[in-house]
């Protein structure tokens, strides 16, 4: 699930997206209003996290000019009612204070997103580097262009994406990608494996490692 923050304080991008990423989110973030708005056409993302205070186009305001339905979280220093009650009439969904605890909001992230239902079944994203598998939608994105894999070449790369760093023989991709009752040989793990490669070669950050006499690694350079 694809989640955008906005907020104008480095330190808490920062923190906030590697915690949210651990959770298996996909995070597009901003330092002000404008830069908000042009991710949020761009991306669709399913969850917003808004900083009220936020440069160029505040996050109260930014609201007003998004005019499809989705869930927003806002952000502030400000713990006045008036503002609170200003938030959630713009359709916010939760209100948090700063400062806060990174787990607090990732608990209520995951609040909001179950409450408006987009969470029931327990939706995974993985993303690595340049490299992001939505496993609900089956859509690959290199560098966020989208990449056509037929199925056996998504699994493979589904089950790197799970176990990445971990040196696999090619019968035991055989036996977890393609099953026990494969009717064929180990060439097959070597023939997709190249294709793959081929496709996810813009991603300068992960590479599929070949290790000699034995299988394949995954390997992730920039997580």
């Known amino acids: 699930m694809k989640i955008l923050l906005a907020d104008d304080e480095v330190t808490i991008l920062e923190i906030m997206k590697l915690y949210l990423q651990k959770e298996g989110f996909i995070i597009y973030v901003a330092e ?42 806002f952000l502030t220093a400000k713990s006045e009612e008036c503002d609170k009650i200003k938030g959630f009439s ?26 408006s239902g987009m969470m029931e079944n327990d939706v995974r994203c993985l993303k690595y580097g340049e490299i992001m598998l939505d496993d609900f939608h089956k859509v690959v994105e290199v560098q966020g262009e989208k990449k056509c894999l037929p199925p056996k070449e ?21 036996t977890n990608v393609w099953n026990y009752d494969f009717d064929g040989d180990e060439r097959a ?35």
Request: hydrophobic fraction near 40%; glycine fraction near 6%.
């Open 32 to 73: 002000d209003g404008e830069q908000a708005l042009q991710l949020e056409g761009k991306y669709h993302p399913d969850l917003l996290i808004l900083d009220v205070m936020l440069p160029k186009i505040n996050g109260f305001d930014l609201c007003r000019f998004i005019d499809r339905k989705v869930p927003k979280i």
């Open 90 to 115: 713009l359709g916010g969904d939760d209100y948090i204070t700063k400062p806060f605890s990174p787990r607090e909001v990732v608990a209520r992230v995951k609040a909001v997103l179950r409450r």
């Open 154 to 174: 998504y699994a493979l790369l589904h089950f790197f994406l799970k176990h990445p760093g971990q040196t696999f023989s090619r019968e035991q991709l055989l």
């Open 189 to 223: 793990v070597d023939a997709v494996v190249k294709r793959l490669r081929q496709k996810i070669a813009d991603a300068r950050s992960l590479y599929i490692h070949t290790v000699r006499g034995f299988g394949y690694r995954f390997e992730v350079t920039d997580k």
